[in-house]
């Protein structure tokens, strides 16, 4: 087994702070990530996650820098004492399904969506429970600043295992297709879609259109980050040319899916949410579905319609989850295309929702756009961004100026959501940099625009 590692630029304290952020490790390489910075965090996450003498799996993505990220990883979990998984290239929700279906803790080497300069570690304990910085992140962190731990009495071996078809069957066993012959573009962006879509979609009655499915972690068509729209350009277009019926894009490692109709139109995220919602709620009636603060309000209106308990929680993935444990909810959904299925571990996958669309758009004749409607039922600004240095005060201003106002009620659950009859926004701080960030819906376009000019300009003022 190799030695222990020595300190390095990226394991200092100092460093490590700025690449652990509230749910995983991400930086640019080998500026901050580097196999020294690997080594480390694998003797840490076994400590942590009580590995020692059990086992972990390990997954990464196709950007040039991961294979030897994970090698390192696996290297120092393995000198730590525990048994080790290599499943190789995956994407995301491939790893939470060996780390489900395996019952051991994992680390996935991805930078997801971000561009190709970039890599990071998501990582879960047991079942695909998530590890952020309030339950094992931190300790993760300050393990590996102090260095490696003695060497283990046993140290594990290291085994490499394929799990990419296993997990196609049991994406497919959840949402099974029946019905007409769907077209369906796919862009993968380049990313770890070119590698599960084939995958499952291969197992379906579907005439696929392929789009960038070549593995490239430099990304030479576009970024593989589908919430930009400019970055779905290419697959607006190519839907419209082969009269397809539905288009796909995931991004980087696959663990989200954006959606476009047979006429190019983009959807929104809330709008699959409410999708998939109601056929999780006629399969289990009554069921609690998970909603972020930031989804559309038809989500919990339509919820209530078929009988199920909607749940609000903040952004982010391990609010959901955990929120998902606790009222044992059948489904989540986020507006930035994360989709949660108790029946996946409570991990989210963007395969499986995008299973559950074509499942719904194949048990009918309509196109997409008309069977979308029903769940489409608000405008919204989607994310604005604004950078302001004294982010409490501006909330606060926010709060004074709203909170006096007829008919409108606040609450602080994530930042500051105001919330009106005709109208909501929600204002929060980035965790990482000096933002600001809105959110806006309302029940038509001109209340809308005059909700999001107002808030935008209180925000954007100068201070003094």
């Known amino acids: 087994m190799p030695a222990p590692p020595a300190p390095s630029a990226t394991t200092s304290p100092e460093a490590l702070s700025r690449v652990f952020k ?3 490790v991400r930086g640019t390489v080998p500026e901050q990530v580097d196999e020294q910075l690997a080594r480390a965090v694998g003797g840490a996450f076994v400590a942590v996650t009580g ?9 990464h993505d196709m950007r040039p820098s991961s294979p030897g990220l994970a090698r390192a990883f696996a290297e120092a979990a393995a000198a730590a004492g525990a048994d080790v998984t290599m499943i190789g290239l995956a994407s995301t929700d491939q790893l939470y399904f060996a780390s489900g279906r395996l019952g051991v803790p994992g680390a996935m080497f991805t930078a997801s969506h971000n561009p190709a300069q970039y890599n990071g570690i998501k990582m879960c304990r047991a079942h695909a429970v998530p590890i952020g910085m309030e339950t094992g992140l931190a300790e993760v962190r300050d393990l590996a600043a102090r260095g490696a731990g ?3 009495e046993r140290p594990g071996r290291i085994e490499e295992r394929d799990v990419l078809d296993d997990y196609a069957r049991h994406l497919v066993s959840l949402a099974p297709l029946s019905g007409r012959r769907l077209r369906v573009v ?3 962006g ?3 879609a070119g590698h599960t879509a084939p995958a499952v979609l291969g197992r379906l009655d579907l005439d696929v259109v392929e789009m960038y499915y070549e593995l490239d972690g430099t990304f030479p068509h576009h970024e593989a980050n589908p919430i930009d729209p400019a970055n779905l350009a290419d697959l607006q277009a190519r839907v419209r040319e082969a009269r397809a019926d539905v288009g796909l894009a995931f991004d980087g490692d696959a ?5 476009v109709d047979e006429e190019g139109g983009l959807v929104d995220p809330s709008v699959l949410t409410a999708l998939i919602a109601a056929r999780e709620l006629a399969r289990v009636p009554g069921a609690a579905v998970i909603h972020n603060l930031i989804t559309s309000r038809a989500v919990p209106e339509l919820v209530r319609e078929l009988g199920g308990t909607p749940v609000r929680t903040r952004v982010g993935h391990s609010f959901i989850k955990a929120t998902m444990a606790q009222t044992d909810a059948v489904f989540g959904g986020e507006h930035s295309g994360h ?7 409570r991990a989210d996958s963007g395969m499986l929702a995008a299973l559950h669309l074509l499942c719904a758009l194949a048990e009918t004749d309509r196109p997409l756009s008309d069977l979308l409607a029903r769940y489409s039922r608000y405008v919204s600004t989607g994310e604005i961004n604004s950078t302001v240095d004294d982010q409490a005060a501006v909330l606060a201003h926010l709060e004074q100026e709203y909170g006096g106002r007829p008919g409108v009620s606040l609450d602080h659950l994530d930042g500051l959501s105001v919330q009106h009859d005709e109208w909501w926004f929600n204002v929060r701080a980035s965790n990482t940099e000096p933002l600001l960030r809105l959110n806006a819906e309302a029940a038509d376009e001109g209340t809308l625009e005059r909700v999001r000019d107002d808030v935008l300009a209180r925000i954007r003022r100068p201070r003094t």
Do not use: E, L, Q
């Open 22 to 24: 509230a749910y995983d």
């Open 51 to 59: 590995s020692a003498g059990g086992a972990v799996v390990v997954g």
């Open 150 to 152: 003695p060497a283990a």
């Open 186 to 188: 796919v862009d993968a």
């Open 190 to 192: 380049n990313g770890m």
């Open 255 to 259: 663990d989200r899916c954006f959606v």
């Open 339 to 345: 989709f949660y299925f108790r029946d996946f571990w």
